[in-house]
């Protein structure tokens, strides 16, 4: 089991782990392909005996301006201020295998390093205990209300601070 970069050869499979692991948040290929391009280091897919089992989109963004659902970002902007978890998405094969401590690890080294103050995510799926034993804390954004609502009732905001 190992982390490496993404590819764009890798894109229909990141489609495919996405409609399994997400299918209530379906994005087309063109987003994750974008996410790709725009920020190649930010994107890594999880092989397990060769074969992809997971993935994460992240890129540096601006705290608070919540990306939509299925939207493509058009660029990344310079004056970013956090860096944004777009999605971490593992097969069943993989949970419980620490590949995601692994790369919430690495993601958190590589914003440090970057110089971001924060990570910050949208939790989803029911993810919250997960990112808050990473030192994720949920934000309280009544202004965001709509736009979490757009990703599921449930969905909050949580960042972590450098």
């Given amino acids: 089991m190992h982390w490496r970069a993404m590819t764009t050869l890798d894109l229909p499979a990141v489609e495919t782990i996405a409609a399994i692991v997400h299918p209530a948040f379906p994005e087309d290929l063109a987003v994750?392909?974008?996410?790709?391009?725009?920020?190649?280091?930010?994107?890594?897919?999880?092989?397990?005996?060769?074969?992809?089992?997971?993935?994460?989109?992240?890129?540096?963004?601006?705290?608070?301006?919540?990306?939509?659902?299925?939207?493509?970002?058009?660029?990344?902007?310079?004056?970013?201020?956090?860096?944004?978890?777009?999605?971490?998405?593992?097969?069943?094969?993989?949970?419980?295998?620490?590949?995601a401590a692994m790369i919430v690890g690495d993601v958190l080294r590589h914003a440090r390093?970057?110089?971001?103050?924060?990570?910050?995510?949208?939790?989803?799926?029911g993810s919250l205990p997960f990112w808050y034993k990473h030192g994720f804390r949920a934000v309280?954004?009544?202004?965001?209300a709509d736009k979490l609502a757009s990703y599921e009732p449930a969905a909050r905001l949580m960042s972590r601070s450098f």
């Fill in 32 to 99: 994750f392909a974008e996410r790709q391009r725009l920020y190649p280091a930010g994107t890594q897919l999880l092989e397990m005996n060769g074969q992809p089992a997971g993935y994460i989109l992240s890129h540096p963004w601006i705290f608070g301006d919540l990306p939509a659902l299925n939207a493509q970002l058009g660029s990344i902007s310079a004056n970013a201020d956090t860096y944004y978890v777009h999605d971490l998405a593992l097969l069943n094969a993989a949970r419980g295998t620490g590949a």
């Fill in 113 to 125: 390093l970057a110089g971001f103050p924060s990570v910050s995510l949208v939790a989803v799926n």
């Fill in 140 to 144: 309280a954004a009544p202004q965001l």
